[in-house]
């Protein structure tokens, strides 16, 4: 798949785009993507394991929903090289800013990211965006890493 083809919005299954399964898969599907911008959509179940007594999704989960896109954006770069995404972390957020406590129940979720900066040693920096029917309920900057050696950066961080 090329990114060529990802605009006219064939994309492959979340799954085959991003390593997150079960309940942990947050991301329904990729609606548009480009070198340095990916949108997708995702569902707020009522069942769900985050849902609070109204079946709303707390907003604070909308960090992982970033997360996910960015490594669905990510993921997408490297499948249009020819290549799999090394695995990477996130390192975190200055200001995550939701504009309310929860995502309401059944909404239908647009999540933006834009790369801002990456680094040759994969380091990088994405605007995030969620929004419901063109309100905005969160932004943030999500600062990520990509280091080459997966095993060796995650044992030294055990050990340490």
Known sequence: MYLSDALTGTFPAIESIIPHRGTMLLIDAVTSCDDETLTARASVRPGAWYADEHGAMP???????????????????????GEQARPGVLLGSRSYQAHVSAFARDAQLDIGVREVLR??????????TIGHNGE?????????????DFQTFIEGSVSA
């Open 136 to 148: 905005r309920y969160a932004e943030a900057i999500i600062k990520v890493y990509q280091p080459h």
């Open 59 to 81: 907003a604070w989960i909308g960090i992982e929903l970033m997360a996910q896109c960015i490594a669905a954006h990510i993921s997408l770069l490297a499948m249009r090289a």
């Open 119 to 128: 680094g040759e040693e994969g380091h990088g920096a994405y605007e995030c």
